[in-house]
């Protein structure tokens, strides 16, 4: 399966900053989608990044809030944006590949004071 | 949209023991029911998957059942060993185009010796 990257692994930011975390694949994908995953939590589907156009979001999820990026079929970006204590999470990317099977990234641990 | 309902939420058999888990869905049009494994502070892993054509499906000592009209599909681990300790979660396609997903609230799974 395709080799999935996020940057950062980690970080801690204060309230009402943002962090774009990054999502790079070694092979281009059609599908790639972003998923939050709070602590001892089941993951929650953000959205799906559409490579070319905007990105579609899942319900209590608005582009102010996290916008994302897809500019190519290798890579795309996710911003929490005004953070709260309440967007502490893991942020894993995922890309579908064969015949819908999707596979994760290694995730991003943001914690906000 | 989906909702996926899993069960139950925590799981404790004796090495050796099978082991079942339980997912509801209530979109129709779902088509594709994947599991994943997570062990502690690592990404979520595929283990198996099926889709709505088929109604069981076997990987070594893990199976998974799909009964379309009743609306729920199972996992299935048998002759179980230690290394199966780890969170899982069942997920379902959201019927949109790609397979985004929504998953179950997972199931911690301890197998002792």
């Known amino acids: 399966s395709a080799v999935i990257s996020q940057k950062p692994s980690r970080d801690i930011c204060q309230r009402g900053t943002s962090l774009t975390i990054q999502c790079q694949v070694d092979s281009q994908v059609t599908m790639m989608f972003w998923y939050r995953q709070q602590p001892g939590q089941s993951l929650t589907l953000i959205a799906t990044a559409n490579q070319g156009s905007e990105a579609t979001y899942e319900s209590g999820f608005v582009i102010d809030k996290f916008p994302i990026s897809r500019p190519n079929l290798t890579f795309s970006t996710l911003t929490v944006s005004n953070m709260s204590p309440e967007d502490s999470s893991i942020y894993l990317c995922?890309?579908?590949?064969?015949?819908?099977?999707?596979?994760f990234g290694p995730g991003t641990r943001l914690t906000v004071l | 949209g989906e909702n996926v309902e899993q069960h139950p939420s925590t799981l404790s058999v004796q090495e050796g023991d099978s082991a079942v888990i339980k997912c509801t869905y209530s979109?129709?049009?779902?088509?594709?029911f994947p599991w994943y494994k997570q062990e502690l502070g690592k990404r979520p892993q595929l283990i198996i998957d099926?889709?709505?054509?088929?109604g069981e499906k076997k990987d070594q000592r893990i199976a998974v059942t799909l009964n379309k009209t009743a609306k729920h599909f199972s996992l299935h681990i048998t002759e179980t060993q230690p290394e199966d300790s780890a969170v899982y979660f069942c997920?379902?396609?959201?019927?949109?185009?790609?397979?985004?997903?929504?998953f179950g609230k997972g199931t911690t799974l301890s197998v002792s010796s």
């Open positions: 099926i889709r709505s054509n088929v």
């Open positions: 995922s890309v579908e590949e064969g015949l819908d099977q999707q596979f």
């Open positions: 979109d129709s049009a779902s088509n594709y």
């Open positions: 997920a379902a396609s959201t019927g949109q185009a790609g397979t985004a997903l929504i």
